[in-house]
């Protein structure tokens, strides 16, 4: 029984030696998060996302916290590595850092340390809305009927890259759409059709039918239509949120 025990000491010892294998520190973030006016913020998603591979070589996971009643965050349990600490606050007009922000918070627990009085500050932004028409619900109807064919393709170019227009209502007449940007920044709606044609406020199509997609499984593809329609548009402080209108029809 004694060399049995000999034996897993030893092999776990060994174990622990080898390279890659060695449990790398664990550290611990504790913060507050708040507006920039510095208002506490409860309920807010705060993330660690880490800056670069770990030594290991595997992808780095983000960590994540919700805030208590007075903004409050711990990140405990937390791998070696540098991380950029991120915000959110799910339908808000508080801007993430990690997108907006050019210096967004760092911190870097490669000792396992704990670092403390971290500070999140959220700015505030404006809601970007886009309503589509659709009363014959061709939205539900194409993306039931061509699984993986997208009805149009629709996102906000801005300084940083592209940025992702996500639906938040589906009702029987149509469907809102919504993001989130930065004050005083010049931005891009950016919209091309798909499996359905697109018609402006006005009703006057945004592009002509496109040629016909190759056949899969067997059957043809509706038409691609075309469409490149471009907005810019700049959000001051004083003003509301802007819609953009359209509306869908098949091609």
């Not at 060399?3 to 897993?8: C, F, S, V």
């Not at 627990?109 to 028409?133: E, W």
């Not at 006057?204 to 043809?220: D, R």
Request: charged share 15%; with cysteine; net charge positive.
């Amino acid at each position: 029984m004694a060399r049995r025990w000999m034996g897993l000491v030893f092999a776990l010892t060994f174990l622990q030696c080898l390279p890659g294998l060695a449990q790398s520190p664990l550290g611990r973030i504790e913060g507050t998060i708040q507006t920039e006016t510095g208002q506490l913020i409860r309920g807010a998603r705060v993330t660690a996302a880490p800056v670069k591979a770990p030594p290991d070589g595997a992808l780095g996971r983000p960590f994540f916290a919700i805030s208590a009643p007075d903004g409050t965050f711990v990140l405990d349990q937390i791998p070696g590595n540098v991380y950029s600490i991120c915000g959110e606050v799910v339908g808000s007009e508080l801007l993430d850092p990690c997108m907006w922000s050019a210096t967004p918070t760092t911190v870097d627990l490669s000792d396992g340390a704990t670092h403390s009085g971290i500070v999140i500050a959220l700015a505030q932004g404006r809601f970007v809305h886009v309503r589509v028409t659709d009363s014959g619900q061709l939205l539900r109807k194409s993306e039931k009927r061509n699984a993986g064919a997208q009805p149009f393709f629709m996102h906000l170019l801005g300084p940083h890259g592209p940025i992702p227009v996500m639906p938040i209502i589906d009702y029987d007449s149509g469907r809102t759409f919504r993001t989130v940007v930065p004050f005083d920044t010049q931005f891009t709606l950016r919209i091309n059709s798909g499996t359905l044609q697109m018609l402006d406020k006005a009703g006057k199509p945004l592009t002509n039918i496109g040629t016909q997609q190759p056949a899969q499984n067997g059957g043809a593809q509706p038409p691609a239509q075309n469409a490149n329609y471009q907005q810019a548009f700049k959000i001051g402080k004083a003003d509301a949120p802007p819609t953009f209108e359209f509306s869908v029809r098949q091609p």
